[in-house]
C-alpha cells in the first residue's frame, strides 16, 4: 500500500481514537512486550538513562508505558509516518525526539545515535521484518535488545471466514484484499529466524491470542476502522461506507462474533 495512503489513514482516521482501544489489545500487548524487557534485566536504575528507540510509535504508548512503570530514566526516540500520531505522543513525552517518516526509510534518520532498546510493534504489516532487522542491528548498541510485537497470518480466524462468505461477495464485489497481507509475518519462528540471520541472539519469545468479542458491526468498526487494525482493507472492500439495509444485514448474518488475533513477541539481543 502507498506510503501516502497509510500516512493519510492514520492523520485523518486512527490517531484521534488510537488510545481509546475499545479491546485493550495494544495496552495488554504493549504491557506485556514491557514485562519481557524487564526479565531481562534492562531497567536497573543503576544503569545510566536508557536510550530507546521506537519505530511506527504511533501516539507513543509503549514510550510512555516504559517511562511510567520503570525506575531508571528513559530518553524517547520515535520515528512514524503520521504527524498526527506524533502530536499526541509527544503530550504525553514532552522530551520526544521524533521524525516524521515510514519506517522503511529508517536508515535516513538518527544516523547520529545509538540505542538501547529499539521497539518495532506492530508495523510488520506495512514493513517487512527482513528489511527492518539489518537496520535495527545497526542502530543497537552491543548488547542492545530489539522488542518485536507483530500480528501473524493465523490471526482472525473468525472475520477471514465471515469474508469468504457468499453473501460478502455479493455485496462487495468478489475477492478482495487478503488479510494474511496486512497481519505478517506467519509465525513466530518465521520472526527468529529472520533475527538470527541478521546477526541477533533471541532472549525470549512467545506468541498469544487474544480473544475479541464484537457485539456488532458498530463495535467491529470501532475496533478494526477507528483503531487502526485492518484500516486499509476496510476502506478497499468500502466497509466503512455502510448504510441501511447492507449494515443490518452483515449484523444479522455475523454479529454478535467472538474472534481472536494471534501475536507473536520476541525480545532479541545484539551481542
Given at each position: 500500500?502507498?506510503?501516502?495512503?497509510?500516512?493519510?489513514?492514520?492523520?485523518?482516521?486512527?490517531?484521534?481514537?488510537?488510545?481509546?482501544?475499545?479491546?485493550l489489545l495494544t495496552s495488554n500487548t504493549l504491557d506485556l512486550a514491557v514485562e519481557l524487557l524487564r526479565d531481562e534485566g534492562v531497567f536497573s536504575e543503576i544503569l545510566p538513562p536508557l536510550r530507546v528507540l521506537d519505530v511506527g510509535m504511533g501516539t507513543g504508548m509503549f514510550l510512555h508505558k516504559l517511562r511510567s512503570s520503570v525506575t531508571r530514566?528513559?530518553?524517547?526516540?520515535?520515528?512514524?509516518?503520521?504527524?498526527?500520531?506524533?502530536?499526541?505522543?509527544?503530550?504525553?513525552?514532552p522530551d520526544l525526539v521524533a521524525e516524521v517518516d515510514d519506517g522503511a526509510n529508517l536508515s535516513r534518520h538518527f544516523d547520529a545515535e545509538s540505542f538501547d532498546v529499539a521497539a518495532t510493534h506492530f508495523v510488520t504489516g506495512f514493513v517487512p521484518i527482513e528489511e527492518l532487522s539489518l537496520e535495527i542491528y545497526r542502530k543497537l548498541v552491543s548488547g542492545g535488545m530489539w522488542s518485536f510485537v507483530g500480528g501473524t497470518s493465523s490471526g482472525y480466524p473468525a472475520l477471514r471466514r465471515c469474508a469468504t462468505h457468499p453473501m460478502v461477495r455479493v455485496l462487495f464485489g468478489g475477492p478482495s484484499r487478503s488479510l494474511e497481507q496486512m497481519i505478517c509475518p506467519s509465525s513466530t519462528t518465521q520472526v527468529t529466524q529472520i533475527m538470527e540471520r541478521a546477526g541477533f541472539e533471541i532472549a525470549a519469545s512467545q506468541t498469544i491470542e487474544p480473544r475479541l468479542h464484537f457485539e456488532n458491526f458498530d463495535g467491529f468498526l470501532n475496533f478494526a476502522y477507528h483503531g487502526g487494525w485492518l484500516t486499509p482493507f476496510i476502506e478497499e472492500i468500502g466497509l466503512h461506507r455502510l448504510r441501511g439495509w447492507r449494515k443490518r444485514l452483515l449484523d444479522q448474518l455475523f454479529f454478535p462474533m467472538t474472534d481472536n488475533h494471534s501475536i507473536t513477541l520476541v525480545v532479541a539481543r545484539k551481542p
Open positions: 500500500m502507498e506510503a501516502a495512503a497509510i500516512r493519510r489513514q492514520y492523520n485523518e482516521i486512527i490517531a484521534d481514537t488510537y488510545d481509546s482501544d475499545p479491546q530514566p528513559v530518553l524517547p526516540f520515535g520515528l512514524d509516518i503520521s504527524e498526527k500520531m506524533i502530536e499526541v505522543a509527544t503530550k504525553k513525552l
